[in-house]
């Protein structure tokens, strides 16, 4: 069974940093595009930022300049780095997977479209 774990998330003040990491457990092959979407009290859930399996990586406008996502294709991570945090920020972030490719037992298995649990993270003022 194919799991996305988040950690990472808490309080920081505005101005602050804060990091969020998602790590896939499983037997896993490959795993295509990874993603971080959050959600405010309120509010739709949004992409925030995407890194395909080439290390090519896209930004919401509000976030431009500020975020970094990252990952480690040998430790099947993913990596959130936010810096210059403000209140609007406040959100759960959650890790999204488009495809991951798992294989146990001589056979493989497919998942798309994975989620983690998510975790929160508040920005005071």
């Known amino acids: 069974q194919v799991q996305l774990v988040e950690s990472g998330g808490g309080l920081v003040q505005a101005g602050g940093s804060l990091r969020v990491s998602c790590a896939a457990s499983?037997?896993?092959?490959?795993?295509?595009?990874m993603a971080w979407y959050r959600q405010a009290p309120g509010k739709q859930r949004e992409l925030v930022a995407s890194i395909t399996s080439g290390g090519s990586t896209t930004y919401a406008d509000a976030v431009k300049g500020r975020f970094t996502i990252s990952r480690d294709n040998a430790k099947n991570t993913v990596t959130l780095q936010m810096d210059s945090l403000n209140p609007e920020d406040t959100a759960v972030y959650y890790c999204?997977?488009?495809?991951?490719?798992?294989?146990?037992?001589?056979?493989?298995?497919?998942?798309?479209?994975?989620w983690g649990q998510g975790t929160l993270v508040t920005v005071s003022s």
């Open positions: 999204n997977a488009d495809r991951i490719v798992s294989a146990t037992g001589g056979s493989w298995w497919e998942y798309s479209d994975l």
């Open positions: 499983g037997s896993i092959l490959s795993i295509s595009t």
